[in-house]
């Protein structure tokens, strides 16, 4: 992958995340400054989404763990985990936010 198609790809799922929090009726504010997007739940947890641009990965960081995420067959897959990237923010917004958060 280039830089320019990593680009694309974070651009699209930084504006996917954000649309389907515009569309969830949680009281999750969500903030995108310089290529990271900060995720405020009610209840005052904070979930970090940035961009490694050398590496080619999304990183998040939530109140229990730091999660890196690689571009594989169409999904951000978490290097250590395993994790889907829109499902694991779903679950951990569930878990830590309290918010039901379809992604």
């Known amino acids: 992958m280039n830089d320019s198609e990593f680009h694309a790809l974070a651009d699209a799922i ?6 389907c929090i515009d569309q969830s009726g949680e009281d999750i504010e969500c903030e995108t ?8 739940f009610e209840n005052g947890i904070k979930f970090v989404i940035n961009r490694q641009e050398p590496l080619h990965q999304i990183w998040l960081a939530t109140r229990e763990n730091g999660h890196h995420f690689a571009y594989r067959d169409g999904q951000w897959i978490d290097n250590r985990q395993g994790h889907e990237l829109l499902a694991w923010v779903s679950l951990q917004a569930k878990r830590q936010g309290g918010a039901e958060l379809v992604l």
């Open 14 to 19: 930084y504006q996917h995340i954000e649309e």
């Open 33 to 40: 400054v310089g290529g990271v997007m900060t995720l405020t």
